[in-house]
Every structure is written in C-alpha cells, then in structure tokens.
C-alpha cells in the first residue's frame, strides 16, 4: 500500500485543519488505518485508528473530542479533523496501514501493527 497525506499547514491555536491520506496499491478495505505523529525531539505517538469498515474509531486522550478519524472506503482515503488546535499539536503526522479485520480500533494502537506508513505531513500550531 502506498499511503501520501495532504493537508499540512500552518493555523493559529484554536482553529481547525483537515488531514487526508490517500491509500494505492491494494484493496483499502483490508486495512485498518491510523494517524501518528512525532514532535521534534519526541517519540512517534499514537494519534486515531479506524476500522476497516469504519465502524469502530480509537483515540488517544488529548485528542478525544477535538479530532475525528473518518474513512472513505470508495476513494481509499482516511481522513483527520482536528479541531480546537493547541501548539503542542505541532508535529509530522502520519498515517499508516495496518492489515486486518479487527471490529475494535483500540487493537490499533501500536506502531509495530502497522506495515505502510505514508511520508508525513507537517502541522504547525501557533499560539
């Protein structure tokens, strides 16, 4: 699976982005797809996960109630709405492919779950 992230960008603290990563090469619903990120000096983190079918979502703590993972099954795509940004939000952020037809996302969390991984996009919060 070849995996590229569009929608990196630069808002001010408080305001919204949308993230997208468009998904090639294989059958998109055989896959669990999730969001990552790494901050400069830090550890890649879990971010959201998603069903292969969509119908289960996960998040990590700071994220619950401001992002939603979403997917889009016709057009191999998954998307990231971030909302109520705040500056420790800045990072890459990347998605990845995990294959697998779990019903729960929370079993997505780790990186080693996952085989593709797209380039990464940058996210810059400014307060």
């Known amino acids: 699976v070849q995996l590229q992230a569009y929608g990196e960008g630069l808002v001010q603290a408080g305001g919204y982005l949308k993230l997208s990563c468009a998904a090639s090469?294989?059958?998109?619903?055989?896959?669990?797809m999730g969001w990552f990120r790494q901050a400069p000096g830090k550890e890649r983190e879990f971010v959201a996960s998603?069903?292969?079918?969509?119908?289960?979502?996960y998040y990590a703590d700071s994220m619950k109630g401001r992002f939603t993972i979403s997917r889009d099954n016709a057009k191999n795509t998954v998307y990231l709405q971030m909302n109520s940004l705040k500056s420790e939000d800045t990072a890459v952020y990347y998605c990845?492919?995990?294959?697998?037809?779990?019903?729960?996302?929370?079993?997505?969390?780790?990186?080693?779950?996952?085989?593709?991984w797209g380039p990464g996009t940058q996210v810059t919060v400014s307060s």
């Open positions: 090469g294989r059958r998109f619903s055989d896959y669990a």
């Open positions: 990845a492919a995990a294959y697998g037809s779990d019903y729960r996302a929370q079993t997505f969390q780790d990186t080693f779950k996952y085989r593709y």
């Open positions: 998603i069903t292969w079918n969509g119908g289960s979502t």
